[in-house]
């Protein structure tokens, strides 16, 4: 591989991490940065641990591993995991997961890995997120992956023949394992699908051949199930709108929603490392017709994404209000019911918007998983 034409794209090789770090720590946004990670702590204590990293493994372990763990210390109960024993003889694999929340479903990913003794991935991340260079640096110390999303057609499909080129031969080549979301940002109404796209993204940088071109990318669906939905309010006001007009981004609106991502409670989170798309999944896309397959296989993932979802009483809660049913009522005590309800209700009356639509929508959000496994 000529390492070269990747240089836009790759996580720091080691030797450009130190570099990066000393550029973070000199960076005036760094002592924000670290009194808002750790907030009464010695910023110097900080800086000096940022400056003892000299490698990706460094960083992983000495920072990012740290700062996750206490983001999940302060707003999460239980964190679980399955489906660990796929890492134990030390296959690379390209991980593709449902995505909830922007920065943590990959984060809260490589800490469980690293818990469990396995390689950490490198992380595929929409450049619409590297704003800045000071970001950059931090992402790319942290195996991230630069995604470009935001150019003309023509550079978006000669960027994804990058990106495609990339991940095929780091997974390929059992180099490393990489994450990508199943789809081209968050799932907004919780029902999680692949975007054909994705697949046809990994498939540009094959040889033609279906069976062999996707066998040797070793795909593993992943799922990620949160108990409180990540900016879930922010979800549902963003398909309120969009149900009248084109919904536009406004300026900073990534950011807040990384921040309220990383801040909200989350309840209980379940990270399930599903059974890896099998020859005959792929045998059986492969016999369809062209323009069949990538649906087919996306179907394949798509299930074990599902049926591996882990549903929460807020899952069966919201399902049961929204369709005036008690068929999950042995899955959630009335207490827990009052709860949820006086959850959402808050959360409700902070927006301005038809009351009524815009519960059905919040409900929807967190019906919708419900209805996923229902349709299995």
Not at 30 to 59: I, M
Not at 270 to 287: G, K, L, S
Not at 313 to 327: E, F, K, V
Not at 343 to 361: P, S, T
Request: aromatic residues 10%; glycine residues 4%; proline residues 3%.
């Amino acid at each position: 591989m000529d390492s070269n034409k990747f240089d836009d794209i790759r996580p720091y090789n080691d030797d450009e991490v130190h570099p990066a770090l000393e550029r973070i720590v000199a960076n005036p946004l760094f002592v924000n940065v670290a009194r808002y990670l750790f907030p009464g702590q010695d910023v110097a204590r900080f800086k000096a641990l940022l400056l003892s990293c000299h490698t990706k493994e460094d960083f992983q372990v000495r920072v990012m591993s740290a700062i996750v763990a206490k983001i999940l210390a302060d707003t999460a109960n239980n964190v679980t995991c399955s489906g660990k024993e796929h890492f134990m003889g030390g296959k690379k694999y390209l991980i593709v997961s449902n995505h909830r929340d922007i920065v943590l479903d990959s984060a809260i990913i490589q800490l469980l890995l690293y818990r469990c003794g396995a390689q950490t991935t490198e992380i595929a991340v929409g450049d619409n997120l590297i704003t800045t260079s000071f970001i950059e640096d931090i992402a790319r110390s942290n195996k991230m992956i630069k995604v470009v999303r935001s150019t003309s057609p023509r550079e978006v499909y000669i960027t994804s023949k990058k990106l495609s080129e990339y991940i095929r031969y780091n997974v390929s080549s059992q180099e490393s394992s990489i994450w990508i979301a199943q789809r081209n940002g968050r799932t907004k109404d919780g029902a999680d699908m692949t975007e054909q796209g994705v697949l046809k993204m990994f498939d540009m940088s094959g040889s033609g051949d279906f069976v062999k071109d996707f066998s040797e990318l070793h795909i593993m669906p992943a799922s990620i199930s949160y108990e409180f939905e990540p900016c879930d309010i922010l979800k549902a006001m963003e398909i309120y709108v969009s149900r009248r007009q084109k919904y536009v981004k406004a300026e900073g609106e990534d950011l807040n929603s990384i921040l309220t991502g990383i801040m909200q409670p989350k309840g209980n989170i379940h990270i399930a490392f599903n059974e890896p798309v099998t020859a005959a999944e792929i045998d059986a896309a492969a016999a369809l017709d062209k323009n069949e397959r990538f649906k087919a296989l996306g179907a394949s993932m798509d299930r074990k994404i599902n049926a591996n979802y882990k549903l929460w009483p807020n899952n069966y809660i919201a399902y049961d209000m929204l369709n005036s049913t008690g068929r999950f009522a042995s899955e959630y005590t009335a207490q827990q019911k009052e709860e949820f309800a006086a959850y959402m209700e808050h959360k409700l009356q902070k927006m301005e918007a038809d009351r009524e639509e815009l519960r059905e929508i919040f409900l929807s959000i967190y019906a919708n998983p419900v209805v996923s496994k229902d349709n299995l």
